[in-house]
């Protein structure tokens, strides 16, 4: 036993009941067992049981208190359990336009994407989405997590507050890694949507961080999609391949 561990016994068995002493045997391998140990302490010395402070107090004796300590252990982690995450399945090519046949567009400038009427000959504008799709820790009917990323970059749709208003953006995700698992407790949640189908290739697509709040786009043409409660104007989703 090192010099602490001794410290530590004799600095214990001065606060223990009238009548009984305190030796440490062995070193505690892990500071687990340091807990255990003074959880134990802990008992003896605020037990209201006159046989703890008797000499009939023996090893049996020691068993409910020990018992009881391990259960609040349990008890705790279950409390302390790691928080649930979404786990990356599987990525889909698609694209996207609304009840208007309007494609979305990168505008690079502003960093937005804009719903436009294409004419001829400029389907090549129209964005193309990498959608990865999530297994739900607690799944919600009818709906299935995903990602929404702009093919060929490293642009991602995300929604979160500014001055408390759910706002749609476009962020740049460095590390793509960061997206295989995500812990619904994190701030990476920022990055999910709920797609529930409504119809044959039409989908409503709501923040998983702002719940009842969706992408959607403007009325007007060629402006910036948004996130708002137009839940009944729904998105046609077209995956391809």
Known sequence: MDFKMSYMAEEWSLKMPKGLD??????????KSVAHLIIAVNRLMTSTSGSVLSTDFQDENLLPIRLKS???????????????QFTSRGEI????????????????????????MLQGGSDD????LNMSTYAHPTPIAETRPVALGIKGTNLYLSCHEDDDKPTLHLEE???????TRISA?????????????TGLSISSLMSVRCPN????TAQDDDQACRSGHQRH?????LSRG
């Not at 090519?93 to 719903?115: F, G, P, W």
């Not at 709040?213 to 959607?216: L, P």
Request: proline share 6%.
């Open 185 to 197: 407790e994190s701030d990476m949640v920022r990055f999910l949507f709920y797609k529930r189908d």
């Open 233 to 237: 104007k729904p998105l046609s989703v």
């Open 70 to 84: 391990f259960l609040e252990e349990e008890s705790i982690l279950e409390r302390t359990g790691p928080p649930p």
């Open 93 to 116: 090519e698609c694209t996207v336009t609304d009840s208007q046949k309007r494609s979305l567009v990168l505008v690079q400038s502003s960093m937005e994407l804009h719903a436009v």
């Open 22 to 31: 305190l030796k440490v045997l062995h070193h505690p391998v892990t500071m």
């Open 213 to 216: 709040w969706y992408i959607s």
């Open 125 to 128: 504008r129209k964005v193309h």
């Open 173 to 179: 995700v460095t590390d793509k890694n960061s997206l």
